[in-house]
C-alpha cells in the first residue's frame, strides 16, 4: 500500500534500514517530553526493542507501521505517523480500530505537518481497510497532541491506564468512529 503525497508531504513506510532517522528524532528531549518524560533513546533501546516492536505491527499490503514523513521539495525527513491495531500490545487488540500516532522533530511544530500527515494516512488507510474507528492516545498534558486529535475528527472516550510491555500510561483517548457507508 503507498500514501499518496499530500500538499507538501510525501510517505513511505519505515523500517530497521531507517534506524538513524528514528534515532535522530528520538534525541530531542523535549520531542519525548510526553512519550518517555522526556529520556532520549538509545541506541541499544532502538535496536533491541523499538525497532523489533515497529516489526510486529508493521504491515506493508495493509499500510500498518510507521509511515515517514518528508517535505515533497527535498525529501527533508520531518517525523513519522504511527497506524497499528488499536491495543497492538495487549489483550484488548482490535484490528478494526486503528490506533494513529505521530513524533515530529521540534522545527516542525505549529506548522500542520503533523495534523496535515495523520489526516493523509487516516484517509488512505479508511479507504483501504474495513474499519470501525480510528483512535490515538496522549498523556492529558500533551495539549498539541490532544488538539491534533481534535482536528482529526476525534472526539474525548475517557481517561484511563492502557496496558503495553513497555509499561501502563495514563493516557487521554480519543476516537473517530466511522460511519457504515
Not at 11 to 29: G, H, K, T, V
Not at 109 to 123: D, F, H, N, P, S
Not at 137 to 166: F, Q, R
Amino acid at each position: 500500500m503507498k500514501i499518496p503525497n499530500s500538499e507538501r508531504l510525501a510517505f513511505r513506510l519505515m523500517d530497521a534500514s531507517d534506524a538513524d532517522e528514528l534515532y535522530e528524532l528520538d534525541q530531542d528531549p523535549e520531542v519525548m517530553r510526553y512519550v518517555t518524560k522526556g529520556e532520549i533513546t538509545t541506541r541499544e533501546k532502538l535496536n533491541e526493542i523499538m525497532l523489533p516492536r515497529m516489526a510486529s505491527y508493521r504491515d506493508e499490503q495493509k499500510g500498518l507501521g510507521i509511515w515517514r514523513v518528508a517535505t515533497i521539495d527535498d525529501n527533508e525527513f520531518l517525523g513519522w505517523v504511527l497506524a497499528r491495531p488499536m491495543n497492538f500490545f495487549n489483550e484488548n487488540r482490535n484490528d478494526r480500530d486503528i490506533e494513529l500516532g505521530w513524533r515530529f522533530k521540534r522545527i516542525c511544530w505549529g506548522k500542520g505537518y503533523a495534523t496535515e500527515a495523520a489526516m493523509q494516512v487516516m484517509t488512505a488507510l479508511q479507504h483501504t481497510l474495513d474499519l470501525d474507528a480510528f483512535s490515538a492516545i496522549a498523556e492529558p498534558e500533551n495539549l498539541a497532541s490532544i488538539n491534533i486529535m481534535k482536528k482529526l475528527g476525534m472526539s474525548y472516550v475517557k481517561t484511563d491506564w492502557i496496558k503495553d510491555p513497555l509499561g501502563d500510561f495514563h493516557v487521554a483517548i480519543y476516537r473517530r468512529e466511522l460511519s457504515a457507508d
